[in-house]
C-alpha cells in the first residue's frame, strides 16, 4: 500500500509536539545545526592548540640554534650578527603568539571559579608593577577605590593587567601620560574604563582592535603579538560581558567593558558606580 506524504495543512495544524509538525521539524533542524556547529568548534579548538604546541616547540627549536649561531658568530661582520638577531627577533614574536593562541584556547574551556574581587587593588598592583619596572616615566595611573565585581580573579587580572599595560605601552611617546581606571554609568548599567592620553586610534580601526594577529597602522613601532585585546574580549564574554573602543588618533583612547551581571547572591552595588 502507498501511503500518502502529509501535506502543508497536515503538518501545520498537528499538534506541537507531533512527530511531523513545524514546531517538531524545526527543533530537530535547529538541534541538528548546533550540534554541528559544536563539534566544528570543537574540531577547530583542538586544531588551535595543536598549532600553537607544534609552532611553539619549532620556535624554541630555532631560538636556541640562533643563539649558538650568534656566540659563534661573534667575530664576523656586524651585517651577518644584525641577521641572526633578525631571525632571533622573530622567532622570540612567533613563540609569543603560539603561546597566545594555547591562552586562548585553555580560557574557552577552563570553568570560571567567580568570587567578589576588588578591582581598584588589583589595579593598583598592575599599577605598581608598572611604574617600578619603568621608573624613568613621566606617568600618572589613576585609580578610583572601591570598585569591585563579580568574576574569576585570575582572569580578571589578565583583563586589567592587558588594558592597563597597552594604555603604559601606548603613552610612551607623550610628555605627561594620563593614565585612569574608573566607572560609569551607562544605559543604567555600571561600567569600567581604563582611558589613556596616548596615541590613540583613528575611527576606520575600531572595528579591528579585538581581531586576533591585527597590528593596527599606529600601532606600528610598538611590541605586541596583536592577541591581547582578542583575549581581553573572550574573557569578558565568558563573564556575559563586553567590550568597546573609543579613541581618536593623538588624542588618546579609553576602553569600556563589563564584566556582566552578578549572581543573585552578589546582591547590588558591587561595582561602587555613582
Known sequence: MVHAEPNRLDVALAPPDAPGSLHALAVRRLTERLLHMQRRNEELESFVRALAHDSGSLTRGIALRTELLSERLSDAEPEVGALVAS???????????????????RIGECELECREIDLSAMAQEVSDDLQ???????????????????????LVRLVIDNLLSNAWKYTANTATAVIEFGCRSREGEAVFYISDN??????????ALFAPFVRLGSAQGF????????????????????????????????????????????????????
Not at 622573530?90 to 584556547?105: D, F, P, T, V
Not at 606617568?139 to 585570575?154: C, F, Y
Not at 596616548?198 to 572595528?207: C, L, R
Not at 564574554?237 to 573609543?246: F, L, M, S, T
Open 198 to 207: 596616548g596615541i590613540g586610534f583613528s575611527a576606520d580601526e575600531t572595528n
Open 223 to 274: 611590541a605586541g603579538t596583536g592577541l591581547g585585546l582578542a583575549i581581553v574580549k573572550q574573557i569578558l564574554e565568558r563573564h556575559g560581558g563586553w567590550i568597546r573602543a573609543e579613541g581618536v588618533y593623538g588624542q588618546g583612547a579609553a576602553f569600556v567593558f563589563s564584566l556582566g551581571p552578578p549572581p543573585r547572591h552578589a546582591g547590588s552595588g558591587l561595582s561602587g558606580a555613582s
Open 87 to 105: 631571525i632571533a627577533d622573530r622567532a622570540a614574536r612567533l613563540a609569543r603568539m603560539s603561546e597566545g593562541l594555547m591562552r586562548m584556547a
Open 132 to 154: 617600578r619596572n619603568t621608573p624613568s616615566r613621566q606617568a600618572r595611573i589613576q585609580v578610583r577605590a572601591g570598585l569591585k565585581s563579580w568574576g574569576d580573579p585570575v
